[in-house]
């Protein structure tokens, strides 16, 4: 397992003042976050081989490429090619991607349609470059469920469309560990957060928050987990 920093996480600092940030807390990589100032937006190849290099020369990793990619979007043929091409820059095999507009109990059936049929020819392009579709589990998304994030990938039924675990504020402690258990054969990412309390976005440091990550990292490492723990 090694551990990375989304740079999300300091999105109002310059993406290389956010590296050096990684490079002294001794992270491993570093998932740059997808939209401005981080990444271009229109995409520009000249800018993020810049950003490729300046992660590079601090002998980072580049763990995923944070896109917001979503197949229920319009525009998704674009964003589907913008970040394969991203993810070929920056060297890495994984794109994070988003899925629908509202939660998975509120989605109709043709938005369940649209975002598997979307994600199987993403996935289908994605792997003539070798890369890995990784779902952001995410509350009011179609991946804010276990239940929905297994329709989604026994819908899609690639072997290149993966998960990205993150905890939710609207879940119990024990609720959070559960899912954990239950999706964890398919997860390549997981996103650490911590949380006050149940039902508040009131952020924690990962070790005061209400999850004790001591065990949530057991779950995976009891799979041989060896993706990234990114603190987002």
């Known amino acids: 397992m090694k551990t990375g920093l989304c740079t999300i996480a300091f999105r109002d600092r310059p ?26 937006d229109p995409f520009d190849a000249d800018i993020v081989k810049r950003a490729a290099e300046a992660v590079q020369s601090r002998g980072l990793e580049v ?4 896109s917001y990619a979503n197949p229920t979007d319009e525009g998704f043929d674009q964003q589907l090619s913008d970040a394969i091409e991203i993810a070929d820059i920056y060297g890495t095999d994984m794109i994070r991607v988003w899925v629908g507009n509202c939660g998975s109990a509120d989605a109709e059936e043709d938005q369940w349609n649209q975002a598997i049929e979307g994600f199987k020819t993403f996935c289908d392009r994605a792997s003539d470059r070798g890369k890995v579709l990784v779902v952001e589990m995410h509350g009011n998304r179609l991946s804010d469920t276990v239940d929905g994030c297994m329709r989604l990938i026994e819908g899609v039924d690639r072997g290149n469309f993966r998960m990205n675990f993150q905890p939710m504020y609207t879940e ?3 609720q959070a560990l559960d899912a954990a258990q239950a999706i964890s054969p398919y997860v390549s990412t997981v996103h650490a957060q911590n949380y006050v309390q149940t039902g508040s ?8 928050g209400l999850i004790d990550y001591r065990t949530l990292i057991g779950i995976f490492r009891t799979i041989r987990f060896d993706g990234y723990l990114e603190v987002e």
């Open 15 to 40: 993406f290389e003042a956010v590296l050096d940030l990684a490079v002294e807390a001794g992270f491993d990589g570093v998932e740059p976050w997808g939209k401005p100032d981080h990444t271009p």
């Open 63 to 66: 763990a995923q490429y944070g």
């Open 172 to 174: 119990s402690p024990d």
């Open 201 to 208: 976005n009131q952020r924690a440091l990962i070790a005061e």
